[in-house]
């Protein structure tokens, strides 16, 4: 039987996920959302487990809004050329499967700035602060993820009214969780 770990950045996020299901917070941005989520994966029997990475996203392309199951997830604030010019392999792009095609950039960058938007909207649809952290630890441990994402704001400076905008989006990504999950 399938178990169930939702992964969220902060509680607000995660307020209308079902009660009895377990539940991590991770703090903000790629470092505490892996050190969290790993964490997690390793004080528990993971061989049933599948993990829903749910949370708040930026459209980085106009006219993007509702929810999202990124099949895609980059690192955006990673030097990729120079760490592949070491010889190297920066795994800037994480695969997810059972996606919907969107491409999700992750970074510790929280995007207001239209420069900044346009550049990471030429390689994504979506961004966030956590979720490649997630999919990494997930794909270290060997555990299905899912990314289930709910556009909040257009990644400019309606970002800055977030605190006012996140009850919205968890109500529908906890109705996407009872669903999934029933």
């Known amino acids: 039987m399938t178990e169930y770990l939702v992964v969220g950045a902060v509680a607000g996020e995660l307020r209308y996920v079902p009660a009895g299901l377990p539940v991590v917070v991770t703090g903000v941005g790629k470092t505490a959302a892996a050190v969290a989520t790993a964490k997690a994966l390793g004080e528990r029997d993971t061989s049933d487990l599948v993990v829903l990475n749910v949370g708040t996203t930026g459209a980085l392309r106009d006219g993007m809004a509702g929810l999202y199951l990124p099949s895609q997830v980059i690192n955006h604030d990673v030097n ?3 760490v592949r010019a070491l010889g190297l392999d920066p795994r800037e792009t994480l695969t997810v499967e059972g996606g919907d095609g969107t491409v999700l950039a ?7 700035d239209p420069v900044v938007r346009a550049r990471l909207a030429e390689r994504a649809h979506l961004v966030d602060m956590e979720a490649y952290g997630v999919v990494y630890a997930c794909q270290q441990y060997g ?7 709910h556009v909040s704001d257009s990644a400019d400076e309606s970002a800055l009214d977030w605190p006012a905008l996140v009850d919205a ?3 529908v990504l906890g109705q996407w969780v009872t669903a999934y999950v029933s």
């Open 106 to 112: 992750s970074g510790d960058v929280f995007v207001t």
């Open 143 to 149: 555990v299905p993820v899912r990314l289930v994402k």
């Open 80 to 82: 990729a050329d120079a």
């Open 169 to 171: 989006s968890a109500k």
